[in-house]
């Protein structure tokens, strides 16, 4: 098999530099291959007019139907870059039950419908990767299925989302976290509607991709703690890091543990204070991060940029070149068996806490913070409360000794119960 034919869906952003690479990089590739890796179909709703700005040759069939292109064309590999969920699932099932290879970069795709698409690929012995769609150009997800074999993965805390790691480290040097998001967006790579991001929704997806390669099992959306940075203010980074040498972080926690063959896991993503001098809080700006925890390798720390056009055709790419290396050594479709996932839940984790409350000026208000906290078994390590200036309500800070996630849960419904106390706060998890 001297050449393999390629055949691309969806030529926007992502698309567009798939194919730009993938022609561009054309005689290397061959080189390394010993084939040619040959394009001989894109589909899009502008397929003629982006291909003929791509400088695509006449043999190139045109689609306009995605899902025209996934019957039809006489491709070995298949590329779907289309974003959203529909027309992508559909697409994605009908190339694995072609027995096609696919690549994919679409979180949502792969969060939403993991037992689908995984079982689509077991059973129509097909290949199926999806380098692009964690993290972007970080090479972590190959590193995860191949470079850990002899190894074990314990856990991984990552920065999974350039946007809400945008807004908290820009947030560190004085802006504010609605100018930080607007200096985004003007950047280009916030979303207008970052609603996904901020919310934690975005990296929730992510983490899903991550569990389920890790443990062949679906971590369900939905199923584990999702919380966002939208309660995150400039108050609340400026008193971390002057007053507790720490920096918010959206981090991404897994947690593994079970048996071989009965994997459990345990899910979270939260804002999260690290130390200054932790590794993830030298993760700066729009860049991505995964502190992976294994048990022979120890820590290891995967960097770089987590989305934008170039960083994540070079993932895709690099799963076009080793499927079709695949291919064409003649290897099997690796097919994973697919596992039922136990989800632990993060309630017993134990870590410090940090709570910023707006408290009414009212007298005993303070001891039933105390009270609520004492109840639960969570004890205080430090308080702040800023001067009092004539101001009906004032912030006070908390920070707590190691307590159980529960146990601090418990008392932060029964404080945001209490009527001296605004409903508008601040919690975030501390890392040692
Ligand atoms: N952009 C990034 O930095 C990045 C990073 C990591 C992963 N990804 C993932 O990569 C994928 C592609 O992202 P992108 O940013 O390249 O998206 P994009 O710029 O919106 O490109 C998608 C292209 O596919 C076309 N398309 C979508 N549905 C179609 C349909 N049913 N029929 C025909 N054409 C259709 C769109 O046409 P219309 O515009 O006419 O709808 C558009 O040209 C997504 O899954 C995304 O999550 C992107």
New binding site residues.
């Given amino acids: 098999m001297n050449v393999l034919n390629v055949a691309v869906a969806?030529?926007?952003?992502?698309?567009r530099e798939t194919v730009r690479l993938l022609r561009a990089r054309r005689a290397e590739l061959k080189e390394r291959l010993g084939a040619e890796l040959r394009l001989v179909a894109v589909?899009?709703?502008?397929a003629e007019r982006e291909a003929r700005a791509l400088g695509l040759a006449a043999s190139v069939v045109r689609y306009?139907?995605?899902l025209d292109m996934a019957r039809r064309a006489e491709a070995d590999l298949f590329v779907e870059?289309?974003?959203?969920l529909e027309?992508p699932k559909r697409f994605a099932l009908e190339v694995l039950g072609r027995g096609k290879a696919l690549v994919t970069?679409?979180?949502?795709l792969l969060a939403h419908a993991w037992p689908e698409i995984t079982g689509a690929a077991r059973t129509g012995g097909a290949r199926l990767a999806f380098e692009?769609?964690v993290a972007?150009g970080i090479p972590v997800l190959r590193a995860l299925d191949l470079s850990f074999s002899g190894d074990r993965v314990l856990g991984i805390d990552a920065i999974l989302n350039g946007t809400t790691n945008y807004i908290l480290s820009r947030g560190e040097e004085g802006l504010s976290p609605e100018a930080a998001l607007k200096e985004a967006q003007h950047l280009g790579f916030a979303e207008k509607d970052p609603s996904m991001d901020l919310s934690g929704q975005d990296a929730a997806q992510k983490l899903t991709v991550l569990a389920g390669l890790v443990t062949g099992g679906w971590l369900k959306p939905g199923s584990f703690p999702v919380a966002g940075i939208e309660p995150v203010t400039a108050r609340d980074l400026s008193f971390a890091r002057e007053r507790l040498g720490m920096a918010a972080r959206l981090v991404a926690s897994l947690r593994f543990t079970g048996k071989p063959g009965a994997p459990a896991v345990e899910a979270a993503v939260t804002p999260t204070l690290v130390p200054l001098g932790h590794p993830l809080a030298a993760v700066r700006r729009q860049y991505n991060a995964l502190l992976v925890h294994t048990a022979s390798a120890g820590d290891l720390m995967f960097y770089g940029q987590g989305?934008?056009?170039g960083p994540?055709a070079s993932a895709v790419l690099a799963d076009v070149f080793v499927l079709a290396r695949d291919i064409r050594g003649g290897l099997p479709a690796a097919a994973a068996a697919a596992r039922r996932l136990i989800l632990t839940s993060p309630d017993h984790t134990v870590s410090s806490f940090y709570l910023r409350l707006e408290v009414l000026d009212r007298p005993g208000a303070l001891a039933r913070i105390a009270d609520a906290l004492a109840d639960a078994g969570v004890s205080i390590a430090a308080i702040h409360q800023d001067p009092v200036s004539g101001r009906r309500s004032v912030p006070v800070m908390i920070v707590t000794h190691p307590a159980e996630r529960g146990r601090f849960e418990r008392a932060r419904k029964r404080i945001m119960s209490l009527a001296s106390v605004k409903p508008s706060h601040c919690a975030m998890r501390m890392m040692a």
Avoid at 10 to 15: A, E, K, S
Avoid at 43 to 46: F, L
Avoid at 105 to 108: E, G, L, P, S, V
Wanted: net charge positive; no cysteine; proline share 3%.
């Fill in positions: 969806g030529l926007g952003t992502v698309g589909a899009d709703r502008a306009r139907d995605p870059l289309l974003g959203g027309t970069a679409n979180k949502r692009g769609s972007g989305a934008g056009a994540t």
